[in-house]
Structures are given as C-alpha cells and as structure tokens.
C-alpha cells in the first residue's frame, strides 16, 4: 500500500498564516516555517508508524512556490522537509518529493493521495485509477486502512 499526502492545505495551514500570499512573493520561507498543523500531528504520526509496520509506503508529495525562483525553491524544498523533521520525527517518509509548482502528481507515485485541490484528487483517480481523498477526513481514512 501506498499513501500520498500534499502538504500545503491538506496536513498543514500554509493558508492560515497572516500574509503567506505576499511574503510567497517576497520569497520569504517563513509560511512554510511557522504554519499550524491542519490534524493532530502525534495521532498521525501514531497511525503512519502502524501502516510502516505494516509495510505501507508513506510519501509527502509537495509544490514548490507557484513563482519562486530556483534558488527560493530550493530553500523552500528544505523549509518542508525541515518542518515534517520538526513536527513529524517519528515518522520516517519512504520518499519526501519536493517539486516544482504544478507538476502533476500521478506522475510522482502511484497509491492513494490526500490532497485538498479538487484537479490534483481528478487528475490522480483519471491517471492513476486509484483513491484520492481530500483533507477532511485524513485520520479516520488512515483508521480504515489499518
């Protein structure tokens, strides 16, 4: 089994931070630093350790800035693996990919993606005929895969 997770919108509050749009701009990283969790962090890191043990594979697939420079992306790609060390240490992603904005997705991994953009959800099930889901839900999906 393989699990996908957005990062932006889906397990964390890139959204919620005061600004994010304009310092984005600004190419400043501190968004991508200071956001919230969007699930309670310590239950998901329980329920991804299970499904490890398990043998799934647990991967973060992640945009970079929509207009970044290559240099801010790059300091972007290191912010978001930074931030997962940070809140998530216990869990040990099979494969953390950073990429550049709009890259689709389903070409990335195969398995099942949380992702809160409608086009990425479509695009996954279109190209890769198997489940994507939205943020809504993630820890009681996560329970039914046990």
Do not use: C
């Amino acid at each position: 089994m393989v699990i996908n997770f957005d990062m932006d919108g889906t397990i964390v509050n890139l959204y919620g931070v005061t600004n994010w749009l304009q310092m984005l701009i600004n190419e400043d990283t501190t968004p991508y630093e200071v956001a919230k969790p969007l699930v309670n962090f310590s239950h998901l890191a329980r329920l991804l350790n299970k499904l490890l043990d398990k043998g799934a594979t647990i991967n973060i697939i992640s945009w970079t800035s929509k207009n970044g420079s290559p240099e801010y992306n790059a300091k972007v790609a290191e912010v978001k693996k930074a931030y997962l060390e940070k809140h998530l240490p216990s869990v040990k992603f099979s494969n953390i990919f950073i990429v550049p904005y709009g890259t689709p997705k389903y070409e990335i991994a195969k398995g099942i993606l949380f992702d809160d953009e409608a086009k990425n959800r479509e695009d996954w099930r279109k190209h890769n005929g198997t489940y994507s889901y939205d943020e809504t839900d993630i820890i009681n999906i996560l329970k039914a895969l046990l």
